[in-house]
């Protein structure tokens, strides 16, 4: 799908376009969402260099993530995308040109929808195709800010949880699942670091004073994040290690009951094999209240046993 922004009597207007259509003159952003081979080839009419496909957006390498050539800055940027309670890194592909911003993904992203909301309520002012990239960049900062403060949220509920709920099963999922949105939390901010990092210092020439000021500001967002998101992992940690203490010593009290259990039936068990056997001689068999007193023994011994441990205080 090809969704062109186009300024238009000083408005920015919205476009859906086929390939049938051309790009209008006054573009100042053209976002492609899930790129056909044909609307690839359209765009490739646009473009002096080769397009980066899904496994180019998805290098690591600093030379694949962030260069210029003849169609401008290229950035492929990880953007955070919250999927029911997880969270997602998702990559995005930025082609910054000097009148036009061009993006590809391959996903919904929800930080462009909320621009796109923006733009077409008029909250934005934009009127280059730099300030919708910079705009985009602090709503993504901002964003990451808002998933560090849930996930400090969340784990508050969960650390109330290892001390009250017997039942760590689901405990246990809500951790592994906190550790792995912080990590993709962590990961799009060390990635956006890198871009912002990229930009200031071979981009910087093609920049306004108030832009350099923004990408510093942004810089010094993410530095403030960073010490945030390392306590996250430090307090995942300790929840983990102490909800794996509270369920060995739950499973000790288990083991524990039942070696009570088994040392307070042992005297009755040897009462009854001792009348258990086959031997004839055995006068106990033929007294008439022989049975009830066995019991009572049973019952004695059973009751003695638990009453030392409780004396003991070992139950």
Not at 165 to 175: A, G, H, R, S, W
Not at 253 to 264: G, L, Q, T, Y
Request: charged share 25%; net charge negative.
């Amino acid at each position: 799908m090809i969704t062109a922004y186009v300024y238009e009597n000083r408005k920015l207007a919205i476009r859906e376009l086929s390939v049938n259509d051309c790009l209008p003159p006054e573009t100042i952003w053209l976002d492609l969402y899930r790129p056909e081979d044909d609307e690839r080839a359209w765009l490739a009419n646009f473009s002096e260099e080769e397009l980066p496909d899904e496994e180019d957006m998805n290098e690591i390498e600093a030379s694949a993530r962030f260069y210029q050539n003849s169609d401008g800055l290229h950035i492929n940027s990880l953007f955070p995308q919250r999927v029911g309670q997880e969270v997602r890194a998702v990559n995005v592909s930025f082609n910054l040109r000097e009148h036009m911003l061009i993006t590809m993904r391959e996903e919904d992203i929800g930080l462009i929808r909320l621009l796109r909301n923006y733009l077409r309520l008029g909250r934005l002012d934009v009127n280059s195709p730099k300030d919708l990239f910079i705009e985009l960049f602090t709503l993504k900062v901002d964003y990451l800010s808002d998933l560090i403060e849930d996930v400090y949220t969340v784990l508050d509920n969960v650390g109330r949880e290892v001390f009250d709920n017997e039942e760590l099963d689901d405990v246990f999922k809500m951790i592994t699942l906190q550790e792995d949105s912080n990590g993709k939390i962590r990961l799009s901010l060390l990635d956006t670091q890198r871009s912002l990092r990229y930009i200031q210092r071979y981009y910087r020439r093609n920049l306004s004073d108030d832009e350099m000021k923004e990408l510093r500001e942004m810089l010094a967002d993410i530095e403030s994040l960073m010490p945030h998101s390392q306590f996250i992992f430090d307090k995942l940690n300790f929840l983990l290690d102490a909800a794996m203490g509270f369920s060995g010593l739950q499973q000790n009290k288990i083991i524990k009951i039942f070696s009570v259990a088994a040392v307070v039936f042992l005297p009755p068990t040897l009462i009854a094999s001792s009348y258990g056997m086959n031997f004839s001689d055995m006068p106990e068999l033929k007294w008439q209240y022989g049975y009830p007193l066995a019991l009572i023994l049973m019952l004695a011994s059973a009751a003695g046993t638990y009453l030392f441990f409780r004396m003991k205080r070992w139950l």
